[in-house]
């Protein structure tokens, strides 16, 4: 290509001339081409990509594929959807936020299977799956925005759909501790405690009388809850659940001595604030905030407290002024009688595993309900009559239908009456429930147990109420009240009890257990994890085969979409303390001791110096030489020689100036977490004594600021999950710490000495 450059003029008498300068562009002409290809490419590309988006267009709106689309499932709909991007890039893939969920919820469920699935079909990555959860910021704790959320939710329901009940329960969780780099924080304590390791999680969790809804609003790590502890916590949950604009009515719980202590506590403040106030105070319930709280105990468990303390006592009550005695020995005999009829048993569901002492699952509802049963007692009833027992068995009959009657009446799920159990069905005004209640109370108010203890050569009977039957009482009473108040105040025509057990938490603790497979005691990490995928998906997992409870339908009041659509609202305010809150321990700015070292620090010191030298210097060779042992001049790092391969220098040999710094950072960090430890700011803080004692090599005016910056992280990064991961190997028996001066590891070894029993026997 020629192009003009310059022109001139010579006149030569009447003529004149011109003459032209022309210089040749040959590098332009082969940009303009390369450009031509380049848009007529992008225009092929454009009209291939119309005509894909066209077809697909086309045959989503054929009338075909609408009728199978419409007669999938929401899941299945979704996951077609997601097919139609397989002629897309990967990178070039978008899914919707349903997608995700949906993936999100197959990736948590098996993490295997997903990427086997991702293999074959076109899903989000698992990269993708972790963001996602990552954009939910949830604590331990009050999470103030779920309440705000909760609180628009419910302005849309009316006064009776606002009913509900708060249930509590503790989950066992496997104690171990990480370091997290984004919070700068340690996880895997307990919530509010330093040195105590988290073994379980307390969920609060509030349920609708009439809806079927669940909502976790609420969650803590806990080691060995106190009731002093228990105690304010319930009435902060109550409270917020309270502002948020829910009526609650009750709280349920199960048992255990903590759970007992806490209620007793809250309803004897209850009852001294109503005596100082000379006002008249009728029923075991607390008050909060002016409003009455009815406590109810988890039906299923008060059914097996009965039954395992009559494996190892005699039942005493007393039935229309006779008193009866109930052994377990009489149950025995009713099993054994009935297997001696052969294949064709009348009590075909009982097994040894009911019966057999050392065989009985104790934790197991299923267990104690199927021996107390209808079933049970007329078959007891037939033998005796035909001679195949001994008389005194009949003394089970009535307790036993006693007992399977109170579980009926107090976990009727139906409107109807199923198979003629009237006891099933839901109580109303004028039911026979009513009458059920106020014979069993009678009943039970009479029940003792006679346990025998030896001393010396004789054998005393001592008579004790056990706390199993003093609170299925304090529930049916509690029962009596909750339906009053139903029917006068809020307009109920029915109810159905089986809202105030713990079923829909324990099917919540179900589901995190069977996330990855079976994890029956996950670490604070996987139960958040799960506990987060659960609200997105709104639970959407199967019931297990060997549940300990029934399937409960309730769906998810208030999911956590929330936080992945708003991301102005995506902070959560914590306990994290601030720069102005830091406290620098005195002795550790001038007491810090170096430890025996055989070549690993300076080993470690290689590694990051690797990473340096590919994140920050990168080409500049300043920074190497000045950073590097070129000539091989330091001692320290014949270790490094060592691990080369083929003798040949792969690997980074820092200086003696940055292996000093390394080291400095190393002994600060160590020392640092001896002593007092904090579970927030760990790296600002150790930062900030760094900037103190720390010489740094770095000379380099281009690079100096970047590099102390990451030297200084990453070598911190190193030590505090090296640190974390040494006291989980304490926690888990794997390592043993003696004679040491770290707090934690020291606490991490009095816990694994104290439950080193009951992880063997698990």
């Not at 390369?34 to 119309?50: A, D, H, M, P, T």
């Not at 948020?244 to 349920?252: A, E, F, H, P, Y």
């Not at 009473?477 to 109810?495: A, H, P, Q, S, W």
Request: aromatic fraction near 10%.
């Amino acid at each position: 290509m020629l192009k003009k450059t310059n022109k001139n003029l010579k006149f030569s008498g009447s003529v004149r001339t011109l003459t032209y300068n022309y210089v040749q562009i040959k590098p332009f002409a082969t940009k303009i081409k390369y450009l031509q290809s380049e848009i007529s490419r992008l225009k092929n590309r454009g009209q291939s990509f119309k005509a894909r988006l066209a077809n697909a267009a086309k045959l989503s709106k054929e009338t075909v594929f609408q009728q199978v689309v419409k007669n999938m499932r929401k899941p299945a709909q979704l996951f077609v959807h997601m097919q139609m991007q397989c002629l897309k890039k990967p990178k070039g893939r978008r899914f919707t936020m349903d997608e995700k969920i949906l993936a999100l919820s197959m990736y948590k469920k098996s993490p295997k299977a997903y990427s086997l699935l991702y293999k074959y079909f076109t899903l989000p990555s698992s990269k993708a799956m972790k963001r996602l959860l990552s954009q939910i910021k949830l604590c331990p704790g009050i999470n103030p925005i779920l309440f705000e959320k909760i609180k628009k939710t419910v302005l849309e329901k009316d006064t009776p759909d606002r009913l509900c009940s708060l249930i509590f329960d503790e989950m066992s969780l496997t104690p171990q501790i990480f370091y997290n780099n984004q919070k700068d924080a340690f996880e895997g304590f307990a919530t509010s405690q330093v040195t105590k390791f988290a073994d379980h999680a307390l969920v609060f969790m509030v349920k609708g009388l009439k809806q079927n809804f669940k909502q976790p609003v609420a969650y803590y790590f806990t080691n060995s809850l106190q009731k002093n502890e228990l105690k304010p916590l319930i009435k902060c949950v109550i409270t917020e659940v309270q502002k948020s604009g829910l009526i609650l009515i009750n709280t349920v719980c199960d048992q255990s001595s903590v759970n007992v202590g806490a209620i007793t506590d809250l309803v004897h403040d209850t009852r001294a604030r109503f005596l100082r106030l000379d006002k008249e105070w009728r029923h075991d319930v607390f008050t909060i905030n002016g409003h009455d709280i009815i406590p109810l105990y988890d039906v299923p468990h008060l059914l097996k407290g009965i039954r395992n303390n009559l494996l190892s006592k005699d039942m005493m009550y007393k039935s229309n002024n006779e008193n009866k005695i109930v052994k377990w020995q009489y149950y025995q005999q009713v099993y054994t009688a009935d297997k001696s009829h052969g294949e064709l048993r009348l009590l075909n569901k009982i097994t040894e595993e009911h019966i057999v002492p050392e065989k009985i699952n104790k934790m197991r509802v299923k267990s104690a309900t199927q021996v107390f049963s209808h079933s049970v007692a007329v078959v007891t009833d037939h033998l005796i009559a035909r001679g195949d027992l001994p008389v005194e068995c009949k003394q089970l009959i009535e307790i036993t239908l006693l007992l399977d009657n109170l579980f009926d009446s107090l976990n009727g799920s139906t409107f109807s009456i199923p198979n003629g159990k009237i006891y099933k069905g839901p109580i109303k005004r004028h039911s026979p429930h009513h009458q059920l209640w106020l014979k069993a109370k009678e009943i039970l108010k009479t029940v003792k147990f006679i346990q025998k203890k030896v001393t010396g050569n004789k054998v005393c009977l001592v008579e004790t109420t056990i706390p199993s039957v003093t609170n299925f009482i304090k529930t049916i009473n509690g029962m009596e009240v909750i339906c009053k108040v139903l029917f006068d105040k809020y307009g109920y025509d029915t109810v159905l009890t089986r809202n105030f057990n713990q079923d829909p938490v324990e099917n919540f603790f179900g589901n995190i257990r069977s996330y990855g497979a079976r994890n029956i005691a996950p670490n604070t990490i996987s139960f958040e994890g799960a506990f987060k995928a659960l609200l997105l998906n709104n639970y959407n997992l199967p019931q297990s085969k060997k549940s300990n409870c029934e399937e409960d339908m309730n769906e998810c009041l208030q999911g956590l979409h929330f936080f992945l659509n708003e991301k102005q609202s995506n902070t959560v305010d914590s306990d994290v303390p601030t720069e102005d809150k830091i406290i620098l321990n005195d002795n550790l700015l001038l007491n810090y001791s170096l430890q025996a070292d055989a070549g690993q620090r300076n080993y470690v010191c290689g590694w990051v110096l690797t990473k340096c030298l590919k994140k920050v210097v990168k080409s500049c060779k300043y920074c190497r030489q000045n950073l590097t042992d070129s000539n091989n001049q330091n001692a320290s790092n014949s270790f490094i020689k060592v691990k080369e391969y083929n003798k040949k220098k792969w690997l980074c040999y820092p200086n003696e100036a940055l292996q000093n710094c390394f080291h400095d950072l190393q002994n600060i960090t160590e020392s640092f977490l001896k002593k007092d430890v904090s579970k927030c700011n760990i790296k600002k803080q150790i930062k900030s004594i760094a900037d103190v004692l720390v010489e740094y090599p770095f000379d380099c005016c281009r690079h100096k600021e970047t590099l102390i910056e990451y030297f200084t992280d990453v070598s911190i990064n190193i030590i505090l999950h090296s640190w974390c991961r040494s006291i989980n190997r304490i926690l888990s028996g794997k390592l043993t710490y003696v004679d040491g001066e770290d707090d934690v590891k020291i606490a991490a070894q009095t816990y694994y000495n104290k439950h080193r029993h009951y992880k063997n026997k698990r």
